[in-house]
């Protein structure tokens, strides 16, 4: 992957980032995140519920994930190391509409 391809892709998970800003502050509750070779499905539902945000997956996309915490994280937190999962799968979550769209990275980019 080219340097300006992995730069689109963090733009994009920094830009979702930024898009939760304003829920995290509404939602700010601790929670123990403690996921082991879990699907990447199960994470998506409790970031979801734990931001009150709305995703919409890429049903192609599967992959088996960890993604722990000594101690309980905030929503803000949860949702940061929620992102840098998917950037470490080759994931994408891209603001439409309303909603988080996660896919591929490779799907993003069109030349």
Request: charge should be neutral.
């Amino acid at each position: 992957m080219t340097n300006s391809r992995r730069f689109a892709g963090l733009a994009v998970v920094l830009l979702g980032a930024s898009a939760f800003g304003s829920v995290s502050r509404a939602a700010d509750q601790l929670h123990t995140i403690n996921f082991h070779d879990a699907q990447i499905s199960q994470i998506v539902s409790a970031v979801s519920k734990a931001t009150n945000t709305k995703f919409v997956m890429d049903p192609r996309l599967h992959a088996v994930v960890s993604l722990e915490s000594s101690k309980p994280v905030s929503s803000a937190a949860f949702y940061v190391a929620f992102m840098n999962v998917l950037h470490q799968n080759h994931f994408v979550a891209v603001p439409m509409g309303g909603v988080m769209r996660i896919m591929a990275e490779a799907d993003l980019i069109t030349d």
